[in-house]
């Protein structure tokens, strides 16, 4: 139970997973689609669901520099979950 309250105790860690869920993003495109976070919350929560094994960090080596994020086998297992909770947010909240 210690490891999935890791998963929920960062405030931004479940839209994150939901909004890769969709598909592989850069970090731009997740810092415009959340402008309430800051660019250092969101490298924390990121790196966070990274050491947890549900995102994955590709950087390319390009200048500029390009970094993509996407979900894990891990992660995509962990999206009908997310699913039920936003199934259930709508008929409750």
Do not use: C
């Amino acid at each position: 139970m210690k490891k999935i309250q890791k998963i929920f105790a960062g405030k931004w860690k479940i839209v994150i997973l939901w909004s890769l869920h969709e598909r592989t993003k850069r970090f731009g495109e997740l810092n415009r689609e959340f402008p309430e976070i800051t660019q250092s919350a969101l490298t924390r929560q990121l790196r966070d669901l990274e050491a947890g094994g549900f995102v994955r960090r590709r950087v390319y080596r390009e200048v500029p520099p390009r970094v993509e994020y996407s979900l894990t086998a891990t992660g995509k297992k962990f999206v009908p979950l997310l699913e039920r909770i936003n199934a259930w947010s709508l008929e409750n909240l």
